[in-house]
Nanobody, 115 residues
Framework: QVHVEESGGGLVQPGGSLRLSCAVTGTDFVIDAMGWYRQAPGKPRELVALIGSGENTNYADSVKGRFTISRGSAENTVYLQMNSLKYEDTAIYYC?????????WGQGTQVTVSS
């Protein structure tokens, strides 16, 4: 049973930084791609950042230059370093993993940017 778990959310002031972590367990298959999505109240879920198995990355325009996605030394982990956080970054952040033609989601971690 594949399990995706996020951690690292919290409350931060504008201009601050947070680092989100995501770990995938319960599979021996190669994880093809991992990504971070977010959903703010009243808005649809949107892609924040994506990293493929070849370390290629893709970012939403709204976070380019501020957020960095990376894989951990263990292939089943991914991080999202978030710098220069803005009020509009407030959302629930979800980790997604593509494993052998299936898509798996974590439960999400809340990020709140507030003074």
């Amino acid at each position: 049973q594949v399990h995706v778990e996020e951690s690292g959310g919290g409350l931060v002031q504008p201009g601050g930084s947070l680092r989100l972590s995501c770990a995938v367990t319960g599979t021996d298959f190669v994880i093809d791609a991992m990504g971070w999505y977010r959903q703010a109240p009243g808005k649809p879920r949107e892609l924040v950042a994506l990293i493929g198995s070849g370390e290629n990355t893709n970012y939403a325009d709204s976070v380019k230059g501020r957020f960095t996605i990376s894989r951990g030394s263990a292939e089943n982990t991914v991080y999202l370093q978030m710098n220069s956080l803005k009020y509009e970054d407030t959302a629930i952040y979800y980790c997604n993993a593509a494993v052998y033609y299936q898509s798996y989601w974590g439960q999400g971690t809340q990020v709140t940017v507030s003074s």
